[in-house]
């Protein structure tokens, strides 16, 4: 029996940095080398961040960033964004791993 395909699902969240911060070259390496990050970029004062669903969260990398201490604002509209885009996430994996079932057959079990 084959395995089931998985789908390659990605998607990607812009985190707002703390005015006047700026990382440093280690603190981009650690970031770009963690498992699930596809891409990393600071553009003015955000972070843009690009990864893949199905190895990493966005709750995993905002834990990461603050080991790494890079601030993160956290301001009510940010608090908002970060719970849609988790919320968006987890239905893009579950949406990914599920089998579906053709309209014309029962499900299994029956």
Known sequence: MADKP????????????MTDFTPDSSQREVLAATEGVLSAAWQRKRLIIRYNIMKTRLTGLEQQLQQLGIPLKHSRWQRIRAGWKN????????????EHQCCGKPPKGM
């Not at 998985?6 to 940095?17: C, D, P, Q, R």
């Not at 919320?87 to 599920?98: G, I, K, M, P």
Request: hydrophobic share 40%.
């Open 6 to 17: 998985t789908a390659h699902v990605e998607s990607g969240f812009s985190f707002a940095l």
């Open 87 to 98: 919320f968006t996430d987890e239905n893009l994996s579950a949406h990914a791993t599920h």
